[in-house]
């Protein structure tokens, strides 16, 4: 199910083109969408990242890299 909401915003006309240029929706709406979504992404990448760094990634004991890849050849 999508919901959406109207929204009245007031925003620089430059930033609006730019957004449009280098999104290339369709209407301006999808644009924005695009725009955001995107940033999003972003978002949700660098807090990953910085979650990874306060927490690095270990293998487990007695991990090994062919061991890993014959799993992966039976499935």
């Given at each position: 199910?999508?919901?959406?909401?109207?929204?009245?915003a007031?925003l620089?006309?430059?930033?609006?083109?730019e957004?449009?240029?280098?999104?290339k929706?369709?209407?301006?709406?999808?644009?924005?969408?695009l725009?955001?979504e995107?940033?999003?992404?972003l978002?949700?990448?660098?807090?990953?990242?910085?979650?990874?760094q306060q927490h690095?990634?270990?293998?487990s004991?007695?991990?090994?890299?062919?061991?890993a890849?014959a799993l992966?050849?039976?499935s």
């Amino acid at each position: 199910m999508m919901c959406r909401m109207k929204v009245t915003a007031l925003l620089p006309d430059k930033l609006i083109e730019e957004v449009k240029a280098h999104a290339k929706g369709q209407t301006l709406t999808e644009s924005l969408t695009l725009a955001l979504e995107e940033w999003l992404r972003l978002k949700k990448l660098s807090h990953l990242n910085e979650q990874v760094q306060q927490h690095p990634l270990e293998f487990s004991k007695g991990f090994s890299a062919t061991r890993a890849r014959a799993l992966n050849r039976r499935s």
